[in-house]
């Protein structure tokens, strides 16, 4: 092996000064001897060319002149860590020496410190570590106890993304609940195309239909539905289109108050047919407009679905919501987010992971949602239960602080909003300052992903999808 670039200056067991003579580039991996402890993996944090031309020689050099110009390269190098003979991650605890030569580090010694190899059980094949032929994958087990978000910008894959990890839980028999507010997901019913990427990464299409089952209020394998006799007056009115809620309230509450006199389960149509008995024909009739607006959603009914029709052993359940309005959503949400939860904490459902695309709407820092409050507690309390988050949206900076920050592992796509940036920065440790400036450059296909039994953030090129991409832009010019 040819070094490709020495050790000098100042030295500490973890932050390196490297001149470099042969080819390397900002955030390749390296490996090095330590006196003590033999090899070490590290990478190369930053790279920068030292010159001696200064800007009057500059114009020298544009007018014909010819300048002697002298440059080094030097880069800027963190310690990885090293495996012990017993497999543990450890670092050195004593400075390097000036004069060591760095190589550059083969794939077969980067897999075997970092261990993150594809062949192990339980474990969700998401990519190959940027620029190396080294599987990625993700301890599922870790996934669900410690809640994982998936952040991209608009049109950054992130619904791409989360549809593979989607696909290696379906491979897993893991309990999925998706949260879709734009119909994304049934399509991971159909195969995908055929890619010549697949090859590389070697996936080929295929199908889940037999493992997805889609509920939706129209159009769905099952009927989305909640009984309305569940739902409170208090509810009713927030989702109504009222110039003045406290107006009707009291109109409401008096004409459901009636109706649980005479029946357990009741419809729209039951409230309504109470309401034109009361004596405010413009109050019950404003009231009658917006319960049959909502009656015409085909969410709410007499009789809605059980805990055990929505969760099923090895399936993923589709929670679509295309089409209602964002209020109606949240409460929806609030609603099966709490009733999954509370029967999680009692045993009455096997451990899931829940998918919870647009987080930002149902779990916001700043405001508050129908589902705000349920989404905290099983972000803070759900990995005591088995339940698990899956956190997915496109504004970091605008989700609540408290959900994401329990995620534990964090798969980062292209984001370039200075807010977003901060936020994810405040949120993920282990980040330098040049890796959350590369994620603003990070090509379309290549996330950043941190995790507890990663010692340092890796960049992954994400494997192509084998199922059907509902996500996919629509062309408006062809």
């Known amino acids: 092996m040819e070094p490709i670039g020495i050790l000098y200056g100042d030295l500490s067991p973890t932050i390196l000064n490297c001149s470099i003579s042969g080819k390397i580039n ?3 991996y390296v490996k090095l001897k330590h006196q003590e402890n033999g090899w070490v993996l590290g990478k190369v944090d930053s790279i920068e060319a030292k010159t001696n031309l200064s800007i009057e020689k500059s114009y020298q050099v544009m ?13 800027k190098l ?21 004069g060591t030569p760095v190589f550059g580090a083969d794939d077969d010694f980067i897999g075997s410190v970092l261990n993150i190899g594809r062949t192990k059980r339980g474990r969700a094949y998401i990519g190959l570590v940027y ?19 998936v952040l991209a910008k608009t049109g950054g894959g992130k619904s791409y993304l989360t549809g593979v990890i989607v696909e290696e839980l379906m491979k897993n028999d893991v309990n999925v609940v998706i949260l879709d507010p734009h ?9 995908g195309n055929n890619t010549k990427d697949m090859l590389r990464f070697n996936v080929e299409p ?12 129209e159009g769905g394998d099952v009927a989305l539905r909640f009984t309305l006799a569940q739902i409170s007056v208090k509810e009713l009115i927030s989702i109504m289109n009222l110039s003045d809620a406290r107006t009707y309230i009291m ?4 004409a459901v108050d009636a109706v649980r006199l005479t029946m357990s389960e009741y419809s729209f149509d039951d409230i309504i047919t109470e309401l034109k008995r009361q004596e405010d024909s413009s109050v019950s009739q404003a009231l009658e407009k917006e319960l049959r607006y909502l009656k015409s959603l085909k969410i709410f009914d007499k009789k809605g679905l059980r805990i055990d029709e929505i969760v099923k052993d090895g399936k993923v359940s589709v929670i679509e919501m295309k089409g209602l309005p964002p209020d109606v959503q949240e409460l929806v949400v609030q609603r099966l987010v709490y009733s999954l939860f509370e029967a999680r904490k009692k045993d009455r459902t096997p451990p899931l992971l829940m998918v919870v695309e647009e987080a930002h709407n149902f779990a916001p820092q700043q405001g508050k949602a129908f589902s705000s409050k349920i989404m905290r507690t099983v972000a803070s309390e759900g990995r005591k239960f088995g339940f698990g988050l899956l956190v997915v949206s496109q504004r970091p900076a605008k989700v609540d602080k408290n959900v994401l920050s329990q995620c534990g592992t964090q798969i980062i796509l292209k984001v370039t909003n200075p807010n977003d940036l901060k936020a994810i920065g405040n949120s993920v440790e282990g980040l330098t300052p040049t890796s959350l400036d590369e994620i603003q450059r990070l090509p379309i296909g290549v996330a950043l992903a941190t995790s507890p039994e990663l010692p340092i953030p890796l960049f992954v090129e994400v494997r192509p999808r084998e ?10 010019v062809r």
């Open 467 to 476: 199922t059907d991409d509902g996500g996919k832009n629509v062309r408006v």
């Open 251 to 254: 109109p409401l509450r008096k």
């Open 206 to 217: 295929r199908s889940y239909s037999h493992k997805i089952v889609v509920f939706a209020p």
């Open 26 to 28: 900002q955030g390749d």
């Open 183 to 191: 119909g994304e997901y049934p399509a991971m019913k159909e195969k």
């Open 63 to 75: 007018e014909g002149n010819t300048v002697d110009i002298q440059q080094v390269i030097s880069a």
């Open 131 to 149: 620029g190396h032929n080294i599987p990625f994958t993700v301890d599922i087990n870790s996934m669900v106890q410690k809640h994982i978000s």
């Open 78 to 98: 963190v310690v990885i860590g090293y495996r012990d003979n017993r497999g543990l991650m450890q670092f050195p605890r004593t400075p390097f020496m000036a």
